[in-house]
């Protein structure tokens, strides 16, 4: 099956609708692109979607791939939270709703530079966690490779829907079996016993990665428990993260982290030796 | 070109780069005797993926640190060795490298000034060790962020393998960027874009299109990196020191957001691109 044949995902454009109902739509930068200010429990937030636009200039990113407009859109939305709030204590959460299939994959991005668009938007998240902007993720389907690092891999918490239609890898697996000289069924039994290469949520959230997986009636179009459900998740971080919690550490405290942790030991013995 | 057997002060002839062992990359660019390399291949990291692989695994995981020094200066170096696995980030050489520039922030806390300088030979994430090696991207890339506050994060790239993947982005966020003729730059290697676009889209074969839009020369060339230098040691150290004399830009590469937004938003995308459009694009309206 071809890039082109798959579905589009309309996940993201449902669980935006639900959460962001009652909130405020901001005009973005590009038409891929969702943003909606408004409160969770009384925390200002910013909530963010990249979403496909069919009728996109490029061609390679209208099925909601994360590509050069929608990388600088990010960012300037991003940006644009920073410093409005740059004067005041509260600074408001970013919440990224996460379906991206893939970076986008094309020539007139590579010619362009999607990896600085990329990294603008890599930036902006990483700036505004840094100066203490909650920054939160909510995976409702895919979340691949590049497109991930640009939305939603710097976030100080990262929840994930429990669902099989929520995906977290590298590469796709028919690009990977064959950039590795495997067949897709070879990679499936290699991933049984190497959770980092599976494709399962379970075996992603082995890497402590993600805070613990949320149940939901319907991950496709949410139900009002379903919204329920995850606005309480939200509203607790909110209340968990703390002004200084601006770092990735809780990261590293997965059972399959464990060569992370070693290595960052080990290295401080060395560096303060 | 045999490897470097003194130290780079010794300089009285164009020395290669793109031929030197990641360690030895690193012992050339910094000053003369100051290189403390951390985690050596004694101490025996390695990866605890490839083995269930049927893959060797390197003593040092392909990925070499240090501490020294640059100009006097405290600096880190990582440099990625591109030899092993094709240069791929896997889960101790990415923690490697993510845990150095947070010492390296820590430092800077503390009050001791410490830039770092980044050599990137990789092809981005190591699909053997998949969601940690994207996981430790996306932690160096916090590192950088933070670091870039204090002081300059200085990537340099010089082939044989280039800079791609999730790494290009790393690149993207670095300070200052240095690139050779040799050196390659871009988000998307040329085989996984004809495999998801086809082959019209792009011909992971036709050799002159791929350099011709993602080459050392290109990238200069529109601006998206910050010196084009010979692939000669000594030139390269030079180029090194002159980043870091120059101090942490005002405004990093990565934060200049509205004006590539808007050519890009501008940009016709009827007709297929080439290098002199992208060049164009790219570089209209800036001042030289």
Redesign the interface.
């Known amino acids: 099956m071809?890039?082109q044949s798959k579905p589009i995902s309309k996940r993201g454009g449902h669980w935006f609708d639900g959460l962001t109902a009652g909130m405020v739509t901001q005009q973005a930068?590009?038409p891929s692109l969702r943003i909606a200010d408004g409160e969770v429990a009384g925390h200002a937030c910013r909530v963010l979607l990249v979403q496909p636009d069919p009728d996109s200039?490029?061609?390679?990113a209208s099925r909601g791939e994360v590509g050069?407009?929608e990388g600088?859109?990010l960012?300037?939305a991003i940006?644009d939270a920073i410093k409005t709030d740059a004067d005041n204590p509260q600074k408001r959460a970013l919440i990224a709703i996460v379906d991206v299939p893939?970076?986008a994959?094309?020539?007139?991005?590579?010619?362009?530079?999607?990896?600085?668009?990329?990294?603008?938007a890599?930036?902006?998240y990483?700036?505004a966690?840094?100066a203490g902007h909650p920054v939160i993720s909510l995976l409702v389907g895919k979340a691949m490779?590049?497109a991930?690092?640009?939305h939603g891999?710097?976030a100080n918490r990262i929840f994930a829907l429990a669902d099989s239609g929520v995906q977290?890898?590298?590469?796709?697996k028919?690009?990977?079996a064959?950039?590795?000289l495997r067949t897709e069924e070879e990679l499936d039994k290699?991933a049984a016993?190497?959770?980092?290469?599976?494709y399962d949520l379970e075996s992603?959230a082995s890497?402590g990665?993600l805070e613990p997986l949320v149940e939901v009636e319907s991950a496709e179009s949410p139900s009002t428990n379903d919204l329920g459900k995850v606005r309480s998740v939200l509203v607790d971080a909110l209340n968990d993260i703390q002004p200084g919690d601006t770092?990735?550490e809780r990261?590293l405290n997965g059972v399959?982290?464990?060569?992370?942790r070693?290595?960052?030991e080990?290295?401080?013995t060395?560096?303060e030796a | 070109m045999t490897e470097l057997t003194n130290t780079a002060l010794n300089r009285t002839e164009q020395l290669g780069f793109i031929d030197l062992s990641a360690r030895k990359r690193i012992e050339s660019l910094l000053d003369s005797g100051s290189m403390r390399e951390?985690?050596t291949p004694f101490?025996r990291?390695t990866?605890?993926?490839l083995e269930?692989?049927g893959i060797v695994p390197q003593f040092d995981d392909g990925v070499v640190?240090a501490?020294g020094k640059l100009d006097d200066k405290p600096v880190v170096a990582a440099a990625i060795e591109g030899g092993f696995q094709g240069g791929s980030l896997g889960?101790?050489g990415?923690?490697?490298i993510a845990?150095?520039l947070?010492?390296a922030i820590e430092e800077n806390r503390k009050g001791n000034p410490t830039a770092a300088v980044l050599m990137l030979e990789t092809g981005?994430?190591r699909?053997?060790?998949?969601?940690?090696?994207?996981?430790?991207?996306?932690?160096i890339?916090?590192a950088i962020?933070?670091l870039r506050?204090y002081q300059p994060v200085i990537a340099v790239v010089t082939g044989p393998v280039g800079c791609f993947?999730?790494m290009?982005?790393?690149?993207?966020?670095c300070s200052y960027l240095i690139i050779t003729r040799e050196g390659r730059?871009?988000?998307?290697?040329p085989?996984?874009?004809e495999?998801?676009?086809?082959v019209e889209?792009?011909d992971s074969r036709d050799r002159g299109l791929i350099w011709g839009?993602?080459g050392g020369i290109q990238r200069f060339a529109?601006g998206?990196v910050d010196a084009f230098v010979d692939d000669d040691v000594s030139a390269l150290a030079t180029s090194v020191r002159d980043c870091l004399a120059a101090g942490v830009p005002t405004l990093?590469?990565?934060?200049?957001?509205?004006s590539?937004?808007k050519r890009?938003?501008q940009?016709?995308?009827r007709e297929?691109?080439?290098?002199q459009?992208?060049r164009f694009?790219?570089t209209q309206g800036k001042t030289a």
């Open positions: 071809t890039a930068a590009v200039h490029f061609p390679r050069l407009l600088y859109g960012a300037a940006d893939s970076q994959y094309g020539r007139r991005e590579e010619a362009l530079g999607l990896h600085q668009a990329l990294a603008a890599v930036s902006a990483a700036r966690r840094l490779s590049g991930f690092l640009a891999y710097q977290v890898h590298a590469m796709g028919a690009a990977a064959r950039v590795t290699l016993d190497i959770p980092p290469m599976a992603y890497l990665l770092g990735l990261r399959n982290r464990g060569a992370s070693l290595v960052r080990q290295l401080r060395q560096w | 951390l985690l101490d990291l990866s605890p993926w269930k692989q640190i501490r889960e101790v990415g923690a490697k845990g150095i947070e010492l981005g994430v699909l053997q060790e998949a969601n940690l090696g994207l996981a430790a991207i996306a932690e890339q916090s962020v933070e506050q993947g999730g290009s982005i790393t690149a993207g966020l730059l871009g988000l998307n290697g085989q996984v874009i495999q998801e676009a086809g889209e792009y839009l993602t529109t998206l990093h590469r990565s934060d200049d957001i509205a590539p937004l890009l938003q940009f016709d995308t297929q691109i080439d290098a459009r992208a694009t790219l």
